[in-house]
């Protein structure tokens, strides 16, 4: 009888002990697919909503979309804004959309401001020199390449020759949207997480050599909101 038990003790020791080492990977996933969940659930607040008028009638235009479902700014003083975002491209030639890739963002402010405000933030790519700059370790908006506000109302018109358009829906007592000197990284480590193996932006988005069937969904909503 105590052999048996201390046989039973022993697989129930290598198995909490596997489970354990399985853990953070879990809770990365987990971490990640939230993150997912939340850019589908972002994109579907800009494409139904009927102030964003220019950005549903211009996705179609878009070689990618950088999605961030919750970026805080807080500051009194000194300040500045962070969140996490993924990225949706297109094939050049398929069209077919591909990703998520995930990234941070940062931007440091100074100036005469208080408060806390979050916004969730649907940034277009509109062309090739803003793609191949997120496919680099960080790219700088306003340095590397040039951003712009997005035009926002019902009867918003007009062209924007920029290489980011972003948009913004604000929840707090920040009002308008600037994201000139955002600093946007690539977050390796959840990548990795997410797809199971070391992978980079472009192992992702170009080569499509990395897929996870849990961003299907994203990926089928994009399609459909850029036709």
């Known amino acids: 009888m105590l052999r048996q038990w201390l046989r039973?003790?022993?697989?129930?020791?290598?198995?909490?002990?596997l489970w354990t080492s399985f853990l953070p990977v879990a809770q990365a996933q987990s971490d990640q697919q939230k993150l997912v969940n939340e850019a589908q659930a972002t994109l579907d607040n800009f494409v139904r909503d009927p102030e964003m008028k220019w950005l549903q009638q211009n996705l179609r235009r878009a070689k990618a979309v950088l999605i961030a479902p919750q970026v805080v700014k807080a500051g009194f003083i000194f300040g500045g804004s962070g969140g996490r975002a993924v990225l949706l491209a297109r094939d050049p030639k398929?069209?077919?959309?591909?990703?998520?890739?995930?990234?941070?963002?940062?931007?440091?402010?100074?100036?005469?401001?208080?408060g806390i405000a979050a916004s969730e933030n649907v940034t277009m790519v509109m062309t090739e020199k803003g793609v191949n700059t997120l496919l680099a370790t960080s790219v700088k908006l306003g340095g590397d390449a040039s951003v712009a506000a997005g035009p926002v109302g019902a009867g918003a018109s007009g062209d924007v020759?920029?290489?980011?358009?972003?948009?913004?829906?604000?929840?707090?007592?920040?009002?308008?949207?600037?994201?000139?000197?955002?600093?946007?990284?690539?977050?390796?480590?959840?990548?990795?997480?997410?797809?199971?193996?070391?992978v980079l932006a472009p192992d992702i988005v170009v080569r499509g050599a990395a897929h996870n069937p849990a961003a299907d969904k994203l990926l089928a909503d994009i399609t459909k909101a850029a036709k």
Not at 98 to 104: D, E, I, N, S
Request: charged fraction near 15%.
């Open 161 to 198: 020759t920029t290489d980011f358009v972003a948009f913004a829906r604000s929840k707090g007592v920040y009002g308008g949207l600037n994201l000139d000197g955002t600093v946007i990284t690539a977050n390796d480590d959840w990548n990795n997480a997410y797809y199971g193996k070391k």
């Open 8 to 17: 039973f003790g022993g697989v129930a020791l290598a198995a909490a002990t």
């Open 94 to 114: 398929t069209g077919q959309w591909r990703g998520p890739v995930f990234y941070t963002m940062a931007t440091a402010s100074v100036g005469f401001q208080a």
